[in-house]
């Protein structure tokens, strides 16, 4: 009697490689750390080295607006970078696109810090930086999607914010070692004037070392990244065949109103982010009085070749705090630490509350913040009482900051189904930064000088930002329960 056949046991099929969570969150904080590292490089070199060395023009409002201009054209790039970045992300993969992005970036900033300046070549020198700081821009409009799309389609269920918040990481760590790394390379060349002064080293070449640095910080950022795969929900797109050719023109179709949504949902974010770092940096430094602030300027035109002009420095000039840089980019930096927690605290509440009654509760402060400046930014009778008041006012702008920013990582992301989500959130990221960063700098300026040098109405600029973001945030749906896996998102998906 012959026995029984017995089924043979189905071998299963090897698992899909996964991202280890260690390797997820080290690849989305490393790298957008070493991307944020080099904006800021130059965003710290805008306000403390450029006007003097790139845009010498005898006015000290005028060399300011310049420098700050070429700062804001980069912004200009980060929506074709993002369109780029995000087109080969959504058709070929998250992994090769962000490791293209932070290679153009350490590229670009090793090479300002090779380059010539006004005194050598005249104008070119100008130029070059303007080139430069595009390809920056360019770069940062892919890293960020990019890298929030490793942290969030890599999550565990139920924990998408708190991983996305691990790229937003990157914004304080990178500012931190920017401005320390500036910091020390001060304080490590000899100051005739001062310690709390620029020495006439730091501005021959003392200010090229942060930028040539970054090259040590690319390849340790290539080495993690290359060690990732695929997300399950990108392969899982591929293998449905419902990769698109063309994810711009579906995003512009399909998805046009989530797209103006999450642009305007991250505008005070863009705005806040920039007025505490580069308007407060450029308003905390600038003297509180004419004499000082003509001897500092002579200084600055005799260093670059060009003739002082007195009475015409008087009549463009307007006051600030008159911090030292040094005790001011401390002061800062006490202020970004808050920054970092709070991005962090930010992800675990938005994941038990809801991203939108976050955001609603965070921007209606930031109005209310916006409306203050006058109460913590005019010098006091006591200069204690005016350091202790802006450090309160970093500490504050910087803690709203954290709490804003940390969610943004899961927020614009969510917006989109898997097969356009990287030029989704990529555009709508960038075009606010069109409208806020590029802006606010520019702008910021401007209505200082308008008002004589109180910085009031800067505050109202950014409450006005903040109303828009308000009525964003209002208008958009709860993204906390959106299904990445099935590839649907919000919105429709469509055939193109």
Request: glycine share 10%; charged share 10%.
């Amino acid at each position: 009697m012959s026995s029984p056949t017995t089924a043979p046991t189905p071998v299963s099929a090897p698992a899909a490689p996964a991202n280890p969570r260690s390797r997820v969150i080290t690849a989305s904080l490393v790298g957008t750390t070493i991307e944020f590292y080099d904006f800021y490089v130059y965003a710290t070199a805008a306000v403390l080295v450029f006007p003097i060395l790139f845009f010498p023009t005898g006015n000290d409002t005028t060399a300011l607006l310049a420098s700050f201009g070429v700062f804001g054209a980069a912004m200009i790039a980060r929506p074709l970078g993002a369109i780029i970045f995000g087109h080969f992300g959504d058709r070929f993969g998250r992994k090769a696109t962000l490791v293209g992005s932070l290679l153009t970036m350490g590229v670009a900033t090793f090479l300002i810090g090779c380059l010539p300046t006004y005194n050598d070549i005249g104008w070119w020198a100008a130029l070059l930086l303007l080139v430069l700081r595009l390809a920056q821009g360019f770069a940062l409009g892919g890293e960020w999607s990019g890298a929030a799309l490793v942290a969030t389609e890599n999550a565990p269920a139920g924990k998408r914010a708190w991983y996305g918040t691990f790229p937003q990481l990157g914004a304080p760590l990178g500012f931190i070692i920017a401005n320390s790394v500036f910091l020390a390379i001060n304080f490590l060349l000899p100051h005739p004037d001062g310690a709390g002064q620029r020495s006439a080293d730091f501005l021959a070449w003392g200010w090229r070392v942060p930028f040539l640095f970054s090259a040590v910080m690319v390849i340790i950022g290539l080495w993690v990244r290359l060690r990732l795969v695929e997300s399950e929900s990108f392969t899982k797109a591929e293998q449905k065949g419902a990769i698109r050719r063309f994810p711009l023109g579906t995003v512009v179709r399909r998805h046009w109103w989530h797209l103006i949504l999450g642009t305007f949902i991250m505008l005070a974010t863009y705005v806040l982010f920039y007025l505490m770092t580069n308007f407060t940096l450029s308003y905390g430094t600038k003297a509180a009085d004419l004499e000082t602030a003509s001897a500092a300027a002579q200084a600055a035109a005799e260093a670059a070749g060009k003739t002082f002009d007195a009475a015409a420095f008087a009549a463009q000039f307007y006051p600030g705090l008159g911090f030292a840089y040094t005790d001011f980019v401390l002061m800062q930096i006490i202020g970004v630490v808050f920054f970092g927690i709070f991005t962090m605290l930010s992800g675990p509440i938005a994941d038990a509350i809801g991203r939108r009654r976050l955001l609603l509760w965070v921007t209606a402060l930031i109005i209310v913040f916006g409306l203050t400046f006058n109460l913590f930014l005019l010098p006091q009778a006591d200069p204690r009482f005016t350091g202790a008041l802006a450090q309160a006012f970093l500490i504050f702008g910087f803690m709203l900051m954290g709490a804003t920013f940390g969610p943004m990582g899961a927020v614009l992301p969510e917006l989109f189904p898997t097969n356009v989500r990287y030029t989704g959130s990529a555009v709508a990221y960038n075009l606010s930064s069109i409208l806020g960063a590029a802006l606010a700098p520019i702008v910021a300026v401007a209505l200082w000088a308008a008002a004589g040098g109180s910085p009031w109405l800067v505050g109202v600029y950014l409450s006005a930002m903040g109303v828009l973001t308000f009525i964003a945030v209002i208008l958009a749906p709860e993204t906390k329960d959106v299904d990445y896996d099935a590839d649907l998102g919000v919105g429709v998906t469509g055939s193109l």
